[in-house]
């Protein structure tokens, strides 16, 4: 059985910069595709980086280029967002994703098998 546990969320201030962690049991991460997403109330979960594998591509929604990094630490078998530059906006439940085996588009929910239970991020104005 795969869980995922983030944390790293948090209160901080525009133009803060916060680091999610997303660790990992039951599975290696380093041959993982892996995501994190975000969500807020009422709305559809919303895509914002992906790792395919360690050293492998990565991908990231256009909002997040440039002030956003998705790495992984093997040892550790956790995932990392770092996220700068937050903005009232940024201001969402963020939840890290692994899937069975590849699947695209790894911009999409519905090809991610494993979800974590998420953490609040919330960015003051």
């Known amino acids: 059985q795969v869980q995922l546990v983030e944390s790293g969320g948090g209160l901080v201030q525009a133009g803060g910069s916060l680091r999610l962690s997303c660790a990992a049991s039951g599975r290696t991460l380093s041959t993982t595709a892996m995501g994190w997403f975000r969500q807020a109330p009422g709305k559809e979960r919303e895509f914002l980086a992906a790792s395919t594998r360690s050293g492998g591509p990565t991908y990231y929604a256009d909002y997040v280029k440039g002030r956003g990094t998705i790495s992984r630490d093997n040892p550790k078998n956790t995932l990392y967002l770092q996220m700068n530059s937050l903005e009232p906006e940024d201001t969402d439940v963020y939840y890290c994703?692994?899937?069975?085996?590849?699947?695209?588009?790894?911009?999409?929910?519905?090809?991610?098998?494993?979800w974590g239970q998420g953490t609040q991020v919330t960015v003051a104005s």
């Open positions: 994703a692994a899937q069975k085996r590849l699947r695209v588009p790894f911009t999409t929910p519905r090809t991610y098998d494993y």
